[in-house]
C-alpha cells in the first residue's frame, strides 16, 4: 500500500514548485567579490544562507575568509560542515551555556552589550576566544556608542579571556553612499580605524559602492546569491553576478473567461476582454508573498503579467497568448532571465524577503 508520505511526496512533484539553486555560481559570485575588494571577505551564510540552504553554501564558499552567522545554533551547524574556517557569531552568546559552546567550537564572539562583558569577566576560562567588539555608528541597532569606544575598549582589552580583538559596525543605508547618515557613519568609521585594530564595516551594498577599504574585512551577504540590495539599474547582473536560485513552479490548470470576469479572492482584477488564463501552483505558502502589488512571471522567455491577488497555493497569469497545451508546463518565477530584483521592487518588498521566505514546500536541487 502506498503511504501518506508517498502521495504528498507524488503530488508535490508533480505540482512542480521548485528552486534549483546553481553552486557554480555562488562560487562565482564569490570571485566577483574577490575583484572588487582585494582585503578578506566573510561570508555571510546566516538564515540558512539566505534560503538557499547553508550545507550546499558552504562548499560552494570555500574560498571565503570566514564565514558568519547569526545564532548559536547555526554556527553550531556550520562548524559541523566546516571544521576549521573562522566562524563569527554575528548576535554574540546570551548566556554561559553559549558561551561554552562558542568556546568548544572555537567561534568569533560579536560584543556589543555590557552584559557579555560581564559574562566574560564572571567566567573561568582556560581557553581563549577572539572577539569583535560592535560600535553604533548610526544604525541604531546594537552596538555601544561611538562615545563609549576607548571606555569598552579597556574593558575588553582587560578580559583574560580574549585573544584578538577587532572592531566592527554596520551601514544602514549603503545603497545610499552620498546621504547625510553614510557620511556620518564614514565618519565615525574613521574614529574606529584609527584605534589601530582590524576592523568590518562594509555589507554588500557597501562593498559594490566602493565604500570598503583594501584592509577591511568585509560582511558579503546577498551578493553572493547573485543578488543586489541596490535600485536599479545598478542590479546584480551589472556588476557580473549570477542568480543563484532559480525558482519555477508547473501551470496546473487553464480557463478561458469572458470580458468583464473577475479573478481570483475579492474579484482584484477584471478582465478588460475576453482572455485565457492558467493558474500556477505557487502561493503564498511557499513563500510568493500575498502582495498589493503585482510582478510577472517568465513563460517561453515571454514576461507574462500576474492577475488579481495571490492565494495561498496558486497565482493566475494571463496567458492570452499561448494556444498551445499549457498545464504542466513550467514557469519562471524568479532567476534566470527573471532578475529577483525585477520581481522584488514590482511587488514593493526587498529581494531578502523573498529568498529567505521560501517554504518547507519547495523542493531544492543542486544545480551546476
Known amino acids: 500500500m502506498t503511504s501518506q508520505f508517498q502521495l504528498d511526496t507524488n503530488r508535490h512533484r508533480e505540482r512542480g514548485t521548485k528552486a534549483s539553486i546553481n553552486l557554480d ?33 558552504v562548499f560552494a564558499l570555500e574560498k571565503a575568509d570566514a564565514f558568519a552567522v547569526a545564532t548559536i545554533e547555526e554556527a553550531q551547524y556550520l562548524r559541523a560542515l566546516n571544521a576549521s574556517k573562522r566562524i563569527i557569531l554575528l548576535e554574540g552568546i546570551f548566556n554561559a551555556e553559549e558561551l561554552a559552546v562558542a568556546l568548544a567550537l572555537k567561534l568569533d564572539v560579536v560584543i556589543h552589550q555590557n552584559y557579555q562583558i560581564e559574562l566574560l569577566k564572571s567566567m573561568h576560562i582556560e581557553s581563549t576566544l577572539d572577539v569583535w567588539l560592535k560600535i553604533d555608528t548610526g544604525m541604531g541597532r546594537l552596538g555601544f556608542d561611538v562615545s563609549e569606544l576607548d571606555k569598552k575598549l579597556q574593558s575588553v582589552k582587560e578580559l583574560e579571556s580574549v585573544n584578538t580583538i577587532r572592531l566592527m ?136 503579467d500576474v492577475l488579481g491577488r495571490v492565494s495561498m497555493d496558486m497565482i493566475a497569469i494571463d496567458v492570452s497568448d499561448f494556444n498551445q497545451a499549457l498545464t504542466g508546463i513550467e514557469v519562471t518565477i524568479w532567476g534566470n532571465q527573471l532578475p529577483i530584483e525585477q520581481v522584488a521592487s514590482d511587488l514593493k518588498l526587498i529581494p531578502y524577503a523573498l529568498v529567505c521566505g521560501i517554504t518547507s514546500r519547495v523542493e531544492f536541487y543542486d544545480n551546476q
Do not use: C
Not at 555560481?25 to 567579490?33: A, K, Q, T
Not at 545610499?176 to 574614529?191: V, W
Not at 485565457?276 to 501552483?281: K, L, M, T, Y
Open 25 to 57: 555560481n555562488i562560487s562565482h559570485n564569490l570571485d566577483v567579490f574577490k575583484k572588487i575588494h582585494p582585503g578578506k571577505i566573510i561570508a555571510v551564510v546566516k538564515a540558512d544562507a539566505y534560503g538557499h540552504g547553508l550545507k550546499r553554501a
Open 169 to 304: 559596525s554596520h551601514y544602514a543605508s549603503s545603497d545610499k553612499p552620498e546621504s547625510e547618515q553614510t557620511q556620518s557613519q564614514l565618519n565615525h568609521n574613521q574614529i574606529l580605524k584609527s584605534k589601530g585594530y582590524e576592523y568590518s564595516f562594509s555589507n554588500t551594498g557597501a562593498v559594490l559602492n566602493q565604500l570598503a577599504d583594501a584592509e577591511e574585512w568585509v560582511r558579503v551577504g546577498l551578493g553572493l546569491y547573485g543578488i543586489s540590495p541596490l535600485d536599479e539599474p545598478h542590479w546584480a547582473e551589472s556588476f557580473g553576478l549570477l542568480p543563484a536560485m532559480h525558482l519555477t513552479a508547473k501551470i496546473i490548470a487553464t480557463k478561458r473567461i469572458k470580458k468583464g470576469s473577475k479573478v481570483g479572492y475579492n474579484g482584484q482584477f477584471t478582465a478588460s476582454k475576453d482572455m485565457r488564463i492558467g493558474i500556477v501552483g505557487i502561493g503564498y505558502a511557499d513563500g510568493y508573498p500575498w502582495s498589493n502589488s503585482n510582478s510577472v512571471v517568465m513563460l517561453d522567455k515571454q514576461r507574462i
